[in-house]
């Protein structure tokens, strides 16, 4: 089943291009591809049936956004934060998606509120069902559904970039039972949202930042390189 981030591939990708970037994307948000790991070209080539120049052209797309990095002589590898990187990440996220909560207090509408209440459910059933990788999808989509209610869709962008190298984030130095950001903070989130009372909203907002940053152990994995054909031998037609 298609798992929906709130991106799409790169223009300049071509259709089976843009397949196998998200799903290495999907595959690297819900922490499948975990920060670190190889993503040797011959094998990706091998399990996606393409050329060696298009799956570079692929992992060179993400690097852009910082998903992977690509090491001269050694090859291309998911991403791994460090701690100031880490760090800065849920910073920015805390102070712009602070700073756009009055903009999204003015066109808020029930309507809003029902389509984020939805998601705490469906967040809340992945994780009693220990279904992680949904409870890491959709931990992202309140956050990014949250702020597109602003309207500012360069804001919304940016906010949903921040989420996919959270992601990583959280799989480098999170507890390994650790599923994306906790249910009841976005509920309380909800509650104070219903209020438009953008003080108390404001600083839940930055607390919930802080519970996540001070819940990480930041403990260095080693490199592995994954089961490509486990991951992604059946995704092809």
């Known amino acids: 089943m298609k ?5 799409t591939a790169p223009a300049e990708l071509h259709d089976k291009e843009a397949v196998i970037w998200q799903s290495l994307m999907t595959a690297m948000v819900e922490h499948q591809l975990p ?26 797309r993400l ?9 001269p002589g050694r090859g291309a590898f998911v991403a791994m934060p460090d701690v100031d990187e880490s760090k800065a990440i849920f910073q920015t996220r805390s102070v712009l998606e602070c700073a756009n909560l009055p903009h999204v207090l003015e066109h808020l509408q029930a309507p809003h509120l029902a389509a984020l209440r939805k998601i705490i459910q469906q967040e809340e059933k992945a994780h009693r069902d ?9 931990s992202a989509a309140f956050h990014i559904q949250l702020q597109a209610i602003s309207g500012n869709a360069v804001l919304t962008e940016m906010v949903t970039s921040l989420t996919h190298r959270s992601s990583l984030v959280i799989a480098a130095w999170g ?25 108390p909203l404001t600083l839940a907002m ?4 802080d ?10 994995s080693g490199e592995t390189t994954p089961d490509f054909a486990r991951l992604f031998g059946t995704r092809q037609e």
């Open 211 to 220: 519970h996540i940053v001070s819940s990480l152990h930041f403990e260095r």
């Open 130 to 138: 220990g279904d992680g990788p949904a409870a890491i999808r959709l």
């Open 63 to 71: 690097a852009t956004v910082q998903m992977i990095t690509m090491l």
């Open 175 to 199: 507890a390994p039972w650790q599923r994306g950001c906790r249910c009841d903070d976005h509920e309380h989130l909800i509650d104070l949202l219903r209020k438009k009372d953008i003080e």
């Open 35 to 60: 920060p670190g790991s190889k993503l040797p070209e011959e094998a990706l080539a091998d399990v996606f049936g393409i050329s060696r120049t298009g799956i570079r052209k692929v992992l060179t």
């Open 206 to 209: 930055k607390h919930h930042f």
């Open 3 to 7: 798992r929906d981030f709130g991106v």
